[in-house]
């Protein structure tokens, strides 16, 4: 009985456990489906060149002195820091300085008013010119300073003994123009004399005429005339010979054209007719914006003469 009850009861089990270990048909999925093909990756994407930084910018061309040249190494175009790496023209030197201006010289006239004598003239002992002969006029320019001038007789002086005239001593400066003459005084005796001459600028249109009396004559007067007489005829003062102090040279502003000059005595007393000419008529043309440096030399009874030298103004100071 016992027996039969435990195989009804496994009966029982079995048929229990059975039941539960059963499963279901496994859920219908359905048919897999098929899938697309996987998604195409493009290739990775190319990035771009790196931009290419130009060439490292060239320094422009150092400074210069002068007048600067045009620097585009580094100006608003950019063509010396740019991509294109392009560099600017190099600037091209300037001129070079000009040089310091010179000192001006000084013009010295040498004439000669002793007659029948040939000398040798000599500047700090050493020969300037010679064999200089009676109405000889040259115009030298020395630089500005001290100079000893001395007068010995020629030709072929050795400048240290014996001298005529001299030493006389002259400072020169720059731009100066200055006459030395060797002349007679009154009274016939040799000198040595130096003037200085005015070239300031003549009124327009007008010549200046610079007369010197440096010859062995008497006070005179001179005329300066047309060829016929005429109101604009001139007539000077009385004046003598230079070697004198208290004497000066006449100084007249004419206009241009061709006059002549007469040379006459002094005139003692007052209602005293013309005397006759001493020296002259002697034709002068003049040109404007011109000096005229008129030196009489000589003697009235030895070779007596008028030695004019010209002198071109500058028509502004």
Same mark, same amino acid.
């Given at each position: 009985m016992l027996k039969s009850s435990l195989l009804i009861l496994t009966a029982s089990l079995a048929f229990l456990v059975g039941a539960t270990a059963q499963p279901g048909p496994p859920a219908f999925v359905g048919a897999k489906g098929k899938g697309g093909p996987p998604a195409q990756v493009g290739p990775p994407a190319h990035a771009g060149p790196p931009a290419h930084a130009g060439p490292p910018a060239q320094p422009g061309p150092p400074a210069f002195v002068g007048t600067p040249g045009q620097n585009n190494g580094n100006n608003g175009n950019g063509n010396g820091n740019n %991509?294109? %790496?392009?560099? %600017?023209? &190099?600037s091209q030197p300037g001129p &070079?300085? &000009?040089?310091?201006p010179q000192t001006a010289q000084a013009v010295v006239n040498v004439i000669h008013g002793v007659p029948d004598v040939i000398v040798d003239v000599c500047v700090n002992k050493s020969l300037a010119l010679p064999a200089f002969s009676y109405g000889s006029i040259t115009t030298v320019k020395l630089d500005p300073g001290e100079y000893e001038v001395e007068i010995f007789e020629g030709p072929g002086s050795n400048c240290e003994t014996g001298s005529l005239l001299g030493p006389v001593e002259s400072e020169l400066s720059a731009g100066q123009n200055v006459s030395f003459v060797a002349h007679l005084t009154e009274g016939g005796d040799t000198t040595l004399s130096i003037f200085n001459n005015d070239v300031s600028p003549a009124r327009p249109g007008i010549a200046r005429v610079v007369v010197h009396h440096t010859a062995a004559a008497p006070v005179v007067f001179a005329t300066v005339g047309r060829f016929t007489p005429s109101d604009q005829d001139i007539t000077t003062p009385p004046f003598g010979n230079l070697s004198e102090d208290t004497e000066q040279p006449i100084v007249a502003q004419i206009r241009p054209g061709n006059w002549e000059v007469t040379l006459y005595r002094e005139i003692e007393e007052e209602g005293d007719p013309m005397p006759p000419p001493a020296f002259g008529p002697v034709p002068v043309q003049l040109m404007p914006h011109t +000096?005229? $440096?008129?030196y009489a030399v000589g003697a009235l009874d030895n070779q007596f003469q008028l030695l004019i030298l010209p002198v071109? +103004?500058? $028509?502004f100071w």
């Amino acid at each position: 009985m016992l027996k039969s009850s435990l195989l009804i009861l496994t009966a029982s089990l079995a048929f229990l456990v059975g039941a539960t270990a059963q499963p279901g048909p496994p859920a219908f999925v359905g048919a897999k489906g098929k899938g697309g093909p996987p998604a195409q990756v493009g290739p990775p994407a190319h990035a771009g060149p790196p931009a290419h930084a130009g060439p490292p910018a060239q320094p422009g061309p150092p400074a210069f002195v002068g007048t600067p040249g045009q620097n585009n190494g580094n100006n608003g175009n950019g063509n010396g820091n740019n %991509g294109n %790496g392009q560099n %600017g023209t &190099p600037s091209q030197p300037g001129p &070079p300085a &000009p040089a310091p201006p010179q000192t001006a010289q000084a013009v010295v006239n040498v004439i000669h008013g002793v007659p029948d004598v040939i000398v040798d003239v000599c500047v700090n002992k050493s020969l300037a010119l010679p064999a200089f002969s009676y109405g000889s006029i040259t115009t030298v320019k020395l630089d500005p300073g001290e100079y000893e001038v001395e007068i010995f007789e020629g030709p072929g002086s050795n400048c240290e003994t014996g001298s005529l005239l001299g030493p006389v001593e002259s400072e020169l400066s720059a731009g100066q123009n200055v006459s030395f003459v060797a002349h007679l005084t009154e009274g016939g005796d040799t000198t040595l004399s130096i003037f200085n001459n005015d070239v300031s600028p003549a009124r327009p249109g007008i010549a200046r005429v610079v007369v010197h009396h440096t010859a062995a004559a008497p006070v005179v007067f001179a005329t300066v005339g047309r060829f016929t007489p005429s109101d604009q005829d001139i007539t000077t003062p009385p004046f003598g010979n230079l070697s004198e102090d208290t004497e000066q040279p006449i100084v007249a502003q004419i206009r241009p054209g061709n006059w002549e000059v007469t040379l006459y005595r002094e005139i003692e007393e007052e209602g005293d007719p013309m005397p006759p000419p001493a020296f002259g008529p002697v034709p002068v043309q003049l040109m404007p914006h011109t +000096l005229y $440096l008129v030196y009489a030399v000589g003697a009235l009874d030895n070779q007596f003469q008028l030695l004019i030298l010209p002198v071109q +103004l500058s $028509l502004f100071w």
